[in-house]
């Protein structure tokens, strides 16, 4: 396991005990995620502190995607809100709260990211999103993604300005990705991303079930496509900014998005529900490259 590794070192992680390191660990390890492979090129602490962070989104985005009533999301997503704020006055009743408040204090991690993160979810708790406008759809993606941006730049190494602006670009352009990629995994469970304003632009009635195959989608994707590479770009020239160093995950995570979009460009959105993925030979030369550039 990482943290029994960790333990190894000069001082304890974080300040924290190894049972502590191990329990926000395994929420990464059970996730299934790639996630924490590409977090070992980070040292210990900053590891440990993006699994916290991690844990942390994980656990509310589940209250968001749980089957239970809106109402009930709610009152669970306001206790994480209580939760973080007792995290800022040093108070921690469990492992998982005493390494985010290890991280919080090492970092400097701003209480107002959290608490969009939690406002992110929000926005999905209170029902399925269906088309929502320019300024929802863009204001969902900042709280679901940037947001997480802002706190993961901090701990990478950089809470300069430019560093929020990697945060801002990077998580949008990888929003975007996301969305056009699970567009049809979306559509069965009642949801849909895609901005009403393009959808009403090519005629596609703003309706899950209508969107998956509607021939005009393809023109909507490549918009919004259009849109992320956008953002890619600007995201890469902050970086050129920051710290090296500290960019070099959020320059592994851009590589990797940007390759997911350029092969869901290809494939086109005329078979939204096969989605597309990278080989691992490809994973693996994308990640060479974006960690020797």
């Not at 924290?16 to 977090?39: H, N, P, Y």
């Not at 704020?85 to 469990?94: F, N, P, Q």
């Not at 939690?118 to 204001?139: C, S």
Request: proline share 4%; aromatic share 6%; with cysteine.
């Amino acid at each position: 396991m990482g943290f029994l590794r960790a333990r190894h070192d000069e001082a304890p992680v974080l300040g924290c005990d190894a049972a502590d390191l191990a329990e926000v660990e395994q929420i990464v390890v059970r996730s299934g995620t790639s996630f924490g492979k590409g977090m070992r090129i980070l040292p210990p602490d900053r590891r440990y502190g993006m699994y916290a962070v991690y844990a942390f989104c994980r656990l509310v985005d589940d209250v968001a995607d749980d089957e239970g009533e809106a109402e009930d999301k709610s009152r669970r997503l306001e206790e994480w809100r209580a939760r973080i704020t007792r995290l800022y006055a040093g108070e921690a009743h469990d492992g998982i709260d005493r390494v985010l408040m290890a991280t919080i204090r090492r970092f400097d991690l701003r209480q107002d990211d959290f608490n969009a993160v939690i406002d992110g979810m929000e926005m999905d708790a209170r029902g399925p999103i269906v088309a929502p406008d320019e300024a929802t759809f863009d204001l969902y993606c900042d709280r679901v993604a940037s947001a997480v941006g802002r706190l993961s730049v901090r701990v990478f190494g950089d809470s300069s300005p430019a560093a929020d602006q990697v945060a801002y670009h990077l998580g949008r352009a990888l929003q975007i990705t996301n969305i056009l990629r699970d567009v049809a995994e979306d559509a069965r469970l009642g949801r849909l991303y895609l901005p009403r304003d393009l959808l009403e632009r090519f005629g596609i009635t703003p309706r899950p079930s209508a969107v998956v195959h509607a021939p005009q989608l393809e023109q909507v994707g490549r918009i919004l496509a259009a849109r992320a590479h956008d953002h890619f770009r600007a995201a890469a020239a902050a970086m050129a900014q920051c710290d090296r160093t500290a960019m070099r995950p959020a320059r592994l995570m851009g590589a990797t998005y940007a390759a997911i979009l350029s092969a869901q460009e290809r494939q086109g959105w005329g078979t939204p529900e096969k989605r597309v993925s990278l080989s691992r030979p490809r994973k693996v030369l994308i990640a060479l490259r974006a960690l020797a550039g």
